[in-house]
């Protein structure tokens, strides 16, 4: 469960969100949907708690604990998910060591038991195995050399295996042919479960296709200015944004 | 306390040292400590030690610190132990690959360094070499004859207990190595505690077909006061491969003169260095290539924390006649804190017109989007901070072939990447 409460948030001075207000219970999924500059990354980047995204109002709950001012470690912890729009390549460290460390680091914070060798082998192979990911790969640097399509996936991995209560997708879709966005699309599905919500952020509608939402609201100018169901966003796809925003004011 | 090196203890020691010489070592210590005296100790006036100002340092007072890590050991090597400066043979073992103490090879009518020392790659007008000839005593002779592989390291190991200080003369070593035609040899040097004041110049001939590994690790108290220098002569075919780790001390500097000789030769240098606190650590390379066809790539990656600072200066030269050379320079430098501070100065002096000449430096703080990328996967700063601090160092590591000694440098990064990678004082 995520509520968002009047949410302010400036960046390098400049108000981005103006009084985003949102609610997503828990085993449902929101699409945030809006045109370029709406405040989309934005929302995606102060939920997961990055340093310049500055709060000057409002309030951030997940599951009615306040979390608007933790570190994005902490909200990790408590089970906030981004799955970014590019995944960083981080040369040097190895996507197994990287998720060795993620999972135990998570654990630690929460005052659970770490995972020992075996114990973690088991889980990550099994869990890259549904997403058709290879050993080979788990042992690259973490990103380097990843098609856009394997980045993707690689996140996917990463929320299988951290397990959050929300999960950010943020422009999913982006860099992904059409068979590489079912696949990745196919992971996210699987993910789906009572006790978790997501938050879909995209562009188009195309992604909508594939992961389904309950509701879908549309950002412009930063705040939400419309909700609706699925329908919506096929109205959007027709008539386009400004048609749209227009007609809701 | 250390005690105050100045010009004139140095050259009445030099005076001392030239009475009690063997005659054929007479006028090679004379014109050392004639072109000494008229250089007088470097100082920031002088272009080559304008970032490390070694007169300044040695005025400073410092105060000794007893060490605290234990020198390493590698297993199955053959060591050289130096005590305070002292070759201690009770701790030593390089009998079993026929070294020998410099001070027997000095004190003989008929020496077999009488060709050698100085007359490798000579540096006629560099000040601490010539300081160091002047005044050497202690070291260690290597010699490998024509085609055999020593099957083990020989370690030199250098320990300063800082018990107390070297006199006002310091401490000046010297290190022979020669290795034969098709001859190689591991060489693995080691540095701990902290000198008051230590010279120690490395000469390596490498002639044609030989090979030459050498992992250098200093791991210096913060008091220690050392400039060290290797000198090689590099023949054809010949190779020169070497791992450097450093993290700096109240005043430390190597350089690496290295003149490709032969055609053919090549030399590579991987460096990693690593500096905290008040610590000035300098990195100076002059690779001279002069013969056609040689090669040679340098890589250097610094980390600066606290309010260290780090210099690194790399010169190549390409003589007329040393057409299709291909050298290649990098200088990368992380820097975790506004105090810290890294001087790059990448120098090319190119007389011949077919070269491949590279070079390139960096210096920024850890990339903001991956710390935010491991943050928002639930790793704490600190502990990402030290993942890509140790990532950046993992590619300098990985070029150590020998695992023994691949593993005793990462040991002495990890001890340095626990003190001091999660230190940030960045605002983002």
């Avoid at chain 1, 705040?223 to 944004?241: F, R, T």
């Avoid at chain 2, 990368?332 to 007389?351: C, D, F, G, M, N």
Wanted: with cysteine; aromatic share 6%.
């Amino acid at each position: 469960m995520l509520e968002i409460k009047d949410l302010h948030v400036n960046v390098f001075g400049k108000e981005i969100l103006k009084g985003l207000s949102l609610k997503v219970p828990p085993g449902e999924v929101h699409a945030i949907m809006g045109p370029n500059g709406a405040g989309k990354s934005t929302t995606s980047y102060t939920l997961a708690g990055r340093a310049g995204y500055e709060v000057t109002s409002g309030e951030i709950d997940l599951y009615g604990e306040d979390i608007t001012g933790l570190s994005p470690e902490e909200r990790a912890a408590k089970g906030i998910f981004l799955a970014f729009q590019y995944p960083m390549e981080i040369p040097g460290v190895s996507t197994m060591n990287f998720l060795k460390t993620a999972m135990n680091a998570q654990a630690r914070t929460r005052g659970e038991k770490e995972l020992d060798a075996a114990q973690f082998l088991r889980t990550v192979r099994a869990a890259a195995k549904e997403l058709n990911i290879s050993e080979e790969m788990l042992k690259r640097p973490l990103n380097v050399g990843f098609s856009g399509g394997e980045k993707k996936r690689n996140e996917t991995l990463q929320m299988a295996l951290l397990k959050p209560k929300l999960a950010i997708l943020d422009e999913m879709d982006s860099g992904l042919d059409i068979d590489a966005l079912k696949l990745v699309a196919e992971g996210v599905n699987k993910l789906r479960a009572p006790d978790r919500s997501f938050l879909v952020i995209t562009h188009y509608q195309r992604l909508l296709d594939y992961i389904v939402p309950d509701v879908i609201h549309i950002l412009s100018g930063g705040k939400i200015v419309m909700s609706g169901d699925k329908s919506l966003a096929l109205q959007l796809e027709e008539n386009g944004y400004d048609a749209v925003i227009n007609q809701a004011a | 306390m250390g005690k105050v090196v100045s010009l004139d203890n140095l050259l009445a020691s030099m005076e001392a040292r030239r009475n009690g010489a063997a005659p054929w070592l007479g006028s090679l210590l004379d014109e050392s400590r004639e072109k000494f005296a008229s250089a007088g100790l470097p100082n920031r006036r002088v272009e080559a030690w304008r970032y490390s100002d070694l007169a300044k340092a040695l005025h400073e007072t410092v105060v000794l610190d007893v060490q605290a890590d234990a020198p390493p050991e590698l297993t199955g090597a053959c060591v050289a132990a130096f005590e305070d400066g002292v070759l201690d043979n009770s701790l030593s073992s390089y009998c079993a690959m026929g070294a020998q103490p410099l001070r027997k090879v000095l004190a003989d009518k008929d020496s077999i360094a009488a060709n050698l020392i100085g007359k490798i790659n000579p540096q006629h007008d560099h000040p601490i070499i010539n300081l160091n000839t002047a005044l050497m005593e202690e070291g260690l002779v290597l010699h490998v004859p024509k085609g055999v592989t020593l099957a083990t390291p020989l370690h030199l190991r250098f320990n300063w207990s800082g018990v107390e200080a070297q006199g006002a003369d310091g401490r000046h070593l010297r290190i022979l190595i020669v290795l034969e035609e098709g001859a190689q040899a591991t060489i693995f040097e080691t540095h701990d505690g902290s000198p008051s004041f230590a010279t120690i110049v490395t000469e390596l001939s490498l002639a044609a077909n030989s090979k030459l590994t050498h992992v250098r690790l200093e791991n210096f108290g913060a008091a220690a006061r050392q400039t060290a220098a290797t000198v090689a002569d590099i023949g054809e075919s010949a190779l020169y491969r070497a791992f450097y780790f450093s993290q700096g001390g109240h005043f430390a500097r190597h350089e690496a003169l290295l003149k490709m000789s032969g055609e053919q030769s090549h030399a590579e240098i991987d460096a990693a260095y690593l500096v905290a606190d008040k610590r000035h650590c300098d990195n100076t390379t002059v690779f001279l290539h002069a013969a056609p066809n040689t090669s040679s790539k340098q890589t250097f990656r610094g980390v600066l924390a606290g309010a260290g600072r780090g210099v690194y200066q790399g010169c190549v030269q390409v003589a007329q006649a040393a057409q299709k050379t291909d050298a290649k320079q990098l200088s990368r430098a992380l820097l975790l804190s506004h105090k810290a501070e890294i001087v790059t100065k990448p120098e090319l002096e190119i007389y011949a017109d077919d070269v491949k000449c590279s070079h390139g430096a960096t210096a920024g703080e850890l990339d903001a989007n991956a710390l935010f990328f491991l943050r928002a996967r639930g790793i704490p700063e600190t502990e990402a901070r030290a993942m890509l601090v140790e990532a950046f160092l993992g590619e300098a590591l990985d070029t150590i072939e020998n695992e023994g000694l691949r593993e005793l440098a990462s040991t002495r990064a990890h001890l340095w990447l626990a003190r001091h990678a999660g230190e940030a004082t960045h605002v983002e």
